[in-house]
T-cell receptor, first 113, second 112 residues
């Protein structure tokens, strides 16, 4: 299994500002995933982050809005840029284990006012 | 398009009942399927992982089955308890990488 730590656990931000979310894994992993869960909705994949290359974004998500860094095999950050109230969501980091099982951090609850 | 659907969206049962949550997926060429539990405002806890070659997995009072040909999975919870109250999410993986497609979830409430 993998233990994933996310920071911050929650934040309240002003519209127009940016927030960077950190994800730390206790083991080296090739790919890390960032998901968004809007209020009352299920999880939607934002992007896949590979170490040493640019992240791959899903349809509807762009790098200018959600820049991602992946400096090493245990760490990644997701920035939510120029925030609006519509960005209020839970953002979750995930990694895959050797058996294909997915593990998640506790999430970052973001409220934009 | 690969989609995952969960039925019912919400379920309320008295304590002690056995219950079944349903998950269906449109593309049967799956790599694996995973059931998660999510408590309000929290992250996801993995309950059971079923590989595409498997038919079922069991953990305690939980049993998950997989029928690839029909594109369905069920999560069976025996002797439900108030502590089982949470949202249960079904997620399908189509490769080893770990990327998942999620259903909308079933919100379960177990009344004492």
């Amino acid at each position: 299994s993998a233990v994933i730590s996310q920071k911050p656990s929650r934040d309240i931000c002003q519209r127009g500002t940016s927030l960077t979310i950190q994800c730390q894994v206790d083991s080296q992993v090739t790919m890390m995933f960032w998901y968004r869960q809007q209020p009352g909705q299920s999880l939607t994949l934002i992007a896949t982050a590979n170490q040493g290359s640019e992240a791959t974004y899903e349809s509807g998500f762009v790098i200018d809005k959600f820049p991602i860094s992946r400096p090493n095999l245990t760490f990644s950050t997701l920035t939510v840029s120029n925030m609006s109230p519509e960005d209020s969501s839970i953002y979750l980091c995930s990694v895959g284990g050797k058996t294909g099982e997915a593990f998640f951090g506790q999430g970052t609850r973001l409220t934009v006012v | 398009k690969q989609e995952v659907t969960q039925i019912p969206a919400a379920l309320s049962v008295p304590e002690g009942e056995n219950l079944v949550l349903n998950c269906s997926f449109t593309d049967s060429a799956i790599y694996n399927l995973q059931w998660f539990r999510q408590d309000p405002g929290k992250g996801l806890t993995s309950l059971l992982l079923i590989q595409s070659s498997q038919r079922e997995q069991t953990s305690g009072r939980l049993n998950a089955s997989l029928d690839k040909s029909s594109g369905r999975s069920t999560l069976y919870i025996a002797a439900s308890q108030p502590g089982d109250s949470a949202t249960y999410l079904c997620a399908v993986g189509y490769n080893q990488g770990g990327k998942l497609i999620f259903g909308q979830g079933t919100e379960l409430s177990v009344k004492p």
